[in-house]
């Protein structure tokens, strides 16, 4: 026989089992409601004879078709859960989501069968931004990559670039309007034998770059810009002075992107002269006052000495109408420093003398003789007799160098580009020489170098005085 708290022990244990077995089945009768009401939850809900409304859905419904619950699992010796009612199956309703707005860019999407093609790859998702197609991207390509019709006769070379002539317009302090350069294009791409030595040399095309005055042609200069240039005898002497670590090294040849002397252009046949030193030509600027009774018996003195008086000029970048003339005022009248009244262009300074705007201007002598001619019905003015009803001559400077074409280096004889540099001087010549009604060209030689390192000189003799 069991004591009494042997057995009082055995029947605590005998409850305690049948308590957690209750306990047990009570949970897992739980548990399986809770994922019936889950998957209930999560199912698509029942179609209803209720009319859609006109409002679009602001979010995309998240039900997943044909997700059943998931029965839980049923213990052993439990007792069986109560069955929870069958969902009916239905079909799955289109579901009707936010429309992504297109980018503003984008074509619209037609289904038409002649449209044209669209930037659209196989395989996007609706939805999506669709990426620009290949046959689409080449065909872009191939548009930006047709010449123009000036450029056309220019025979494509991969990998290559174009020959740049630099210049500056009338209206920029030149000597030549954008028309005269374009033919000068027309005739270099004309030209077989230039093509050909452009081809040889891995260039493309040939370009046209104005300058927007010399300040910018010195600036685009020191950058090897320009394989050509048509260039003031300033702006090519201030290069020179500015970068001469380039044309004049301590050691070794001169770089490839200092220019030198290709030819020189003279403003009219008319006014060659030559400076008695062989066949350099040079050229004068003049000084000179309009002609009225009040300015006859004045000086130079009287004229530019009054604080009101003003001396016309074109620019700070003309050699023969400004610096030489500023020099002369300097070393011959008591360093006479005027006023000076730019005009752009020595037509204008002209202009200006002649129609009593200014009493005093000064200019290249060929600009002056040309608008006096024109003034007088075309008959030649002499101005050393002084018989034109316009203007007197006060004085001339000193023999100025005319403007010079510049070539880069690396096209100049014995350099890899010299056969572009020969055939372009064959070509221009020709040019030149059916044009009688352009400035002269003349070659580019040793004598005339040195007429611009005397004019470096000068300038640096100038800048000596006015400090």
């Known amino acids: 026989m069991k004591s009494g708290s042997e057995v009082a022990v055995t029947r605590f244990w005998r409850w305690a089992v049948v308590v957690f077995r209750v306990s047990s089945l009570a949970l897992l009768v739980c548990l399986g409601g809770a994922g019936t009401a889950r998957a209930q939850a999560l199912s698509p809900a029942l ?13 995309p419904s998240l039900a997943l078709p044909g997700l059943k619950p998931t029965p839980a699992a049923k213990p052993v010796g439990a007792a069986t859960p109560v069955p929870q009612p069958a969902i009916p199956p239905r079909k ?11 980018p503003i860019m984008s074509p619209p999407q037609t289904t038409s069968a002649t449209q044209p093609v669209s930037p659209v790859t196989t395989g996007t998702q609706p939805g999506k931004m669709a990426t620009p197609s290949v046959a689409l991207a080449e065909s872009i390509r191939a548009q930006l990559a047709k010449p123009t019709s000036a450029s056309a006769v220019s025979a ?15 209206s920029s302090g030149g000597t030549q309007d954008y028309e005269w350069y374009q033919q000068v ?40 810009e320009f394989d050509l240039v048509f260039c003031p005898a300033m702006v090519y002497v201030q290069d020179r002075l500015v970068r001469a670590h380039v ?3 301590a050691e070794g040849r001169p770089g490839p992107d200092r220019y030198v002397v290709f030819s020189k252009t003279m403003m009219r046949p008319s006014t060659d002269q030559g400076d008695g030193r062989g066949r350099h030509i040079v050229r004068n600027g003049v000084l ?31 050699a023969a109408g400004y610096f030489y003339v500023r020099k002369m005022l300097w070393e011959q009248y008591e360093h006479c420093s005027p006023k000076f009244l730019f005009f752009g262009s020595p037509q204008n300074v002209v202009k200006a003398v002649v129609s009593g705007l200014c009493d ?82 003349l070659r580019g030689d040793e004598e005339q170098e040195r007429a611009y390192k005397e004019m470096m000189d000068d300038v640096r003799l100038m800048q000596g005085y006015t400090r």
């Open 47 to 59: 179609p209803t004879p209720t009319p859609v409304p006109s409002v679009p859905v602001s979010r």
């Open 92 to 102: 799955t309703p289109s579901v009707v989501a936010t429309p992504i707005p297109a």
């Open 156 to 170: 494509p070379v991969k990998g290559g670039r174009a020959f740049r002539i630099g210049f500056l317009n009338v």
């Open 288 to 318: 000179f006052k309009r002609k009225t009774p009040a300015l006859t018996k004045k000086d130079v003195k009287s004229l530019l000495g009054e604080p009101s008086s003003v001396l016309a000029v074109s620019g700070s970048h003309d």
């Open 360 to 441: 005093v201007g000064a200019c290249d002598e060929s600009v002056l003789q040309e608008m006096l001619t024109e003034l007088g019905g075309g008959e030649k003015v002499d101005l050393s007799k002084d018989d034109n009803p316009y203007v007197t001559v006060i004085n001339r400077t000193q023999p100025v160098p005319t403007d010079p074409i510049l070539i880069r280096a690396v096209y100049g004889p014995g350099m890899v580009g010299a056969s572009v540099g020969a055939e372009m001087r064959r070509a221009l010549w020709r040019l030149y020489d059916v044009n009688p009604g352009v400035p002269r060209m």
């Open 247 to 249: 044309y004049e090294p």
């Open 185 to 224: 294009q027309d005739h270099l791409l004309g030209d077989k034998a230039f093509r050909k030595a452009m081809a040889d040399a891995g260039l493309t095309d040939l370009h046209l770059r104005p300058c927007d005055g010399p300040e910018d042609m010195l600036q685009r200069m020191g950058q090897a």
